[in-house]
């Protein structure tokens, strides 16, 4: 595994992302300002493969960079969820829906600590979960904007929104089948 290496320039990255969400919440809820918390979500969402990108092209891959995208990520996910249902623009049964596959997750961290691993790989499937997460939200956000094309935006970002949900879902269950594989590798082995 790569070193932990904290002073790169992807972790620079996450790190600016990380400090984008106060300032999100800050905007959407005390300010009640959706343009610019929608800006602030909109930079969170292009900037997402920034640092993956940068972490390979300048060889800057780190174990801190490994822990802390994905986390970023579901920060900004759990951010997001809570101002927008906090706002009244989306229902607190997404919120759950979205939250309860993170909390199942959790139960997947003592078998990481017997395989001793820290984090199962990134999927493909995790990843268009991901993108489909933070640009649907982003879309139901202008939905809430006085605008002639608020009701188009709110009914794509739904779009994006469920897809993501359906797809975040299909990651979580993967990565229970991952471990599963993990362990089923090592008892052969043993």
Known sequence: MSPWRPWTIPNAVSLLRLLGIPLFLYLLLARED????????????ATDWVDGFLARKLNQISRLGVLLDPMVDRLYIAAT????????LIPWWLVLVIALRDIALLALIPSLHRLEISAL????????????????????LLGGLDSTTATAMAAAGWAFALWGTYLYWWAGVGYFLQTRTLFEQRNAKG
């Open 121 to 140: 790989p990134v999927t493909y499937i995790g990843k268009a979960a991901t993108f489909a997460l933070l640009w649907g939200f982003p879309l139901i």
């Open 34 to 45: 959706y343009f610019w918390s929608l800006c602030v979500l909109v930079i969170a969402g």
């Open 81 to 88: 969820l809570i101002g927008l249902a906090l706002a009244d």
